[in-house]
């Protein structure tokens, strides 16, 4: 189990310093910060001055591992464009993007593991058939038309609740079944299959052959077990759902870091962009992490690998 | 004479799967006594396991419909049984070893949690007494350590060691009757004969009775007085195992012996039967094996022949039975 997790945490790393490469690179080739950053009417003198002093002339690769240093200790870089420390700008907007990606993702397991398991012991009945059309279609709807859809009926048709914005209870609703009704539906669907494979287990009909009641059988013998796909599937979507809420975000007007990126590519800011994606990069690397370690608790089999 | 441990009359068992219907077991009747120990053989397909599984209804009743003139295990009829009563045959009166034990025993629960459960629930006994009585029984089947084996869970164990867990929970309550579905099929040779010695030995402990279910002819040779031969979901041949192996009637049995060296310990088969077995879906309206049997004659290819008595405690469903002819 120790030399499993070793092995997780090494590939993290290596994933991690992968993304950053990337992205550093990317940064550099799309453009000259200096032009950026300087003003306009700057003379030539005035602009390599500006690149010794952002160490800019330095060879890629010790920039790289200066940008790499620093990151580790939470300095990400400094966003000309709104005068401030990448890293605080981050933290500034994690708060609201935590609040929103948490509540879509509780709202999805709610939803997607009870109503797997029903249909799953329904299974071809009409509920079946209903909840398995809907969450195709909507595992099919993009984002965008979702949002909009429930904007233009809670909002703008019905008046309930707020059309977009930051505040009370009622401005988190519609972005959060937003971001919520995809990861529903695929969690949906993979809990009932996960579940009917289950079912149909040797070892489920060894406990129904031993007399268990239908109860013990259902939560002790099958459930632990179909949950063992789902976990690794709701890792992936909660940690879509914090990197990647830009749409969402955007259409809502929601002040997370999904928007910030998305503005930040919208102003050229480099060093925002870069720092966004190597935070989305590690959180979803740490959530995978934290998966595989209640992968460990819930299937004793893996201690093996 | 006492009363039977299991009555089976006419039992069919039918699947619909996607819109085609499987007759899985077309008509098996069988009764056992207790502590009678019966052999149930047939190629892979003839419709032993469900046959068998029904005896405790563990089918998916959304999938198979089971019909039968009779039904009773133990003297109560189980076809029109509710779940509840159900629940408590299984265990105490009738209990299953099946052919892999790793898929068969729940990966992520202890074994002595497996074990232990059928004891709290038929028993009432509290997680303590059952967990001692777990380990009680890992010994009995020669598990060693098993203080330390009652917390692992199967992965653990090597293949022979489940099966050997898998029979001591089939084992915990003592039932009356025990099927045991291909218990070796799945192991080791090394370790088959092991197993099957295990099995012999508590079935004359204990005294159940049991059905033990295999493909290959020549293992029932050492643990069954009575061998019952299955082919497309019907019974074929009913004997005694003495007279099945020097006199078979049915010459599917025969072409099974000849098709298995009883002398050969490996169990290498050696010519197999020409022809493939018929298929689940067709109705049958004639001999099942007429078409791979060389005295087959018109009659054969017409008429339904049923399981009749020829002397001796043999029965066979033949038209042209190998009795009393030099075969
Ligand atoms: N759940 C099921 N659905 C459909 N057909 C099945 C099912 N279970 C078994 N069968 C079919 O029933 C027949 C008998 O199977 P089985 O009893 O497992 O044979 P055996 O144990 O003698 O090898 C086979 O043709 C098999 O395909
Ligand atoms: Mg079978």
């Keep these: ?305 | 004479m006492t009363a039977p441990i299991l009555d089976i009359d006419d039992l069919k068992v039918a699947f619909s799967q996607g819109g085609r219907t499987i007759h899985a077991v077309r008509g098996v009747s069988l009764t056992l006594a207790p502590g009678e120990v019966v052999g149930v053989v047939g190629e892979s397909g003839s419709g032993k396991s469900v046959a068998m599984m029904s005896v405790a209804r563990l089918l998916d009743e959304k999938q198979a419909t089971i019909t039968a003139a009779r039904l009773d295990l133990d003297g109560h009829p189980i076809l029109g049984m509710k779940q509840r009563q159900l629940e408590k045959l299984r265990g105490p009166t009738v209990s299953y070893v099946f052919q892999d034990p790793l898929s068969s025993l729940n990966p992520v629960l202890t074994v002595g949690r497996q074990i232990s459960e059928g004891l709290r629930r038929h028993r009432g006994m509290s997680r303590t007494e059952a967990k001692d009585a777990a380990i009680e029984l890992l010994r009995q089947v020669g598990i060693p350590a098993p203080e330390l084996r009652v917390n692992q869970h199967p992965h653990e164990a090597s293949g022979g060691m489940r099966q050997r867990m898998m029979i001591a929970m089939a084992l915990a309550l003592r039932p009356k009757l025990l099927i045991a579905d291909e218990p070796t099929t799945a192991l080791d040779v090394t370790v088959q004969a092991d197993i099957i010695r295990l099995i012999q030995q508590i079935q004359r402990d204990i005294g159940m009775a049991m059905i033990w279910v295999t493909h290959d002819l020549a293992l029932l040779a050492r643990v069954a007085k009575r061998i019952v031969v299955m082919y497309g979901g019907r019974i074929v041949e009913d004997a005694p195992s003495s007279r099945l192996y020097s006199a078979p009637a049915h010459p599917y049995t025969r072409g099974l012996l000849d098709s298995t060296s009883r002398f050969d310990v490996s169990f290498r088969e050696q010519t197999p039967i020409p022809g493939t077995p018929p298929d689940p879906s067709l109705p049958i309206t004639a001999c099942a094996f007429a078409p791979r049997c060389a005295r087959a004659t018109d009659i054969c290819r017409t008429k339904i022949p049923t399981l009749d008595q020829c002397g001796g405690g043999q029965s066979v469903a033949c038209f042209h039975p190998l009795i009393g002819s030099a075969s």
Aim: aromatic share 10%; no cysteine; charged share 15%.
């Design chain 1, 1 to 305: 189990m120790f030399r499993f997790l070793i092995r997780r945490l090494a590939m993290a790393v290596i994933v991690l310093l992968i993304v950053s490469f990337t992205t550093f690179i990317v940064g550099h080739m799309t453009g000259d910060p200096v032009e950026l950053i300087a003003p306009e009417n700057a003379t030539r003198e005035a602009k390599e001055q500006l690149r010794e002093y952002l160490g800019l002339n330095r060879p890629l690769l010790v920039q790289y591992t200066s940008y790499i240093g620093n990151a580790l200790q939470g300095d990400l870089g400094f966003s000309f464009v709104q005068q401030a420390a990448v890293s605080d700008l981050i933290m500034e907007r994690l708060p609201a993007t935590l609040k929103l990606a948490f509540t879509g993702f509780i709202l999805s397991l709610v939803i997607a593991v009870p109503l797997g398991i029903f249909i799953a012991l329904n299974r071809n009945s009409v509920w079946d058939f209903l909840a398995t059309s809907v969450a195709m279609i909507g595992q099919s709807a993009p984002n965008f038309w979702i949002g909009l859809m429930l904007i233009a009926f809670f909002a703008v048709h019905l008046k309930i609740l707020p059309v977009s914005g930051y505040g009370g209870v009622s401005y988190i609703i519609l972005p959060a079944i937003t971001i919520a009704l995809q990861s529903a539906a695929r969690l949906t669907r993979l809990m009932r299959a996960s579940m009917l494979e289950v079912l149909n287990a040797d070892y489920v009909r060894t406990a129904r052959s031993k007399g268990l009641r239908q109860r013990t059988v259902l939560w002790v013998h099958s459930f632990r077990n179909a949950m063992i796909p789902i976990v690794t599937m709701a890792g992936l979507e909660l940690a879509e759902l914090i990197g990647g809420a830009f749409i969402t975000e955007t259409i809502f007007a929601w002040p997370g870091v999904g928007r910030l990126a998305v503005n930040a590519v919208y102003q050229r800011d480099f060093p925002l962009v870069q720092g966004v994606v190597l935070f989305a990069a590690t959180a979803f690397v740490v959530i995978n992490l934290l998966v595989d370690l209640l992968y460990v608790l819930i299937d004793p089999r893996v201690k093996l690998s």
